[in-house]
């Protein structure tokens, strides 16, 4: 539970830093293919609430 609210945080209070690991995550994901990569990439960057849809929607679950 502290994760979650430290990862929501940190999406919210240091975009730029969530963005980056969010990127990251997704080039290094091996289930993902091009195209869900590329659409979570674009969809990740909006303000504050990118990688909040990435970290409930798309990464399973899990951010770092």
């Known amino acids: 539970m502290i994760k979650l609210i430290v990862e929501i ?3 919210i209070v240091l975009h730029p830093v969530a963005y980056i690991l969010v990127v990251i995550d997704v080039v290094n ?3 993902m293919s091009g195209f869900w990569k590329v659409f979570w990439i674009i969809l ?3 303000w504050g609430i990118g990688p909040i ?3 409930f929607f798309g990464g399973g679950g899990k951010f770092w």
């Open 9 to 11: 945080l940190l999406a």
């Open 29 to 31: 994901r091996k289930d």
């Open 44 to 46: 990740a960057f909006p």
């Open 53 to 55: 849809l990435y970290l």
